[in-house]
């Protein structure tokens, strides 16, 4: 399967970004999708993930209760609606898909499929 992450941007601190995840190729819906990001210097960070049908939703503690993954199987297409940023948020964020028997994954070496990235940048 092929993503393409987008919806990147420079923000303030405080506001709001919606980043889109489009996939193509086998059917979307056997995956289990992921956000991560990776700031400068830093590894990359898990972010979000969601299962295959959209019911269940997990974050990391650093987003939980800012950010919101959620998934459309119609158009192929996973969503990271992120509130309150902060200027630690800035990274490239990238979308993945794993096996979904796997569950809710949180360790990257467990996507089977990444995006290119997309930029996010909060200015203080």
């Known amino acids: 399967v092929q993503l393409q992450a987008s919806g990147g941007g420079l923000v303030q601190a405080g506001g709001s970004l919606r980043l889109f995840c489009a996939a193509s190729g086998r059917p979307f819906s056997t995956y289990t999708m992921g956000w991560f990001r990776q700031a400068p210097g830093k590894e990359r960070e898990y972010v979000a993930a969601?299962?295959?049908?959209?019911?269940?939703?997990a974050y990391s503690d650093s987003v939980k209760g800012r950010f919101t993954i959620s998934r459309d199987n119609g158009k192929n297409t996973v969503y990271l609606q992120m509130n309150s940023l902060k200027s630690e948020d800035t990274a490239v964020y990238y979308c993945a898909a794993g096996p979904r028997e796997r569950g809710l994954i949180s360790e990257a070496y467990e996507y089977v499929y990444w995006g290119q990235g997309t930029q996010v940048t909060v200015s203080s």
């Open positions: 969601i299962s295959w049908s959209g019911s269940s939703t």
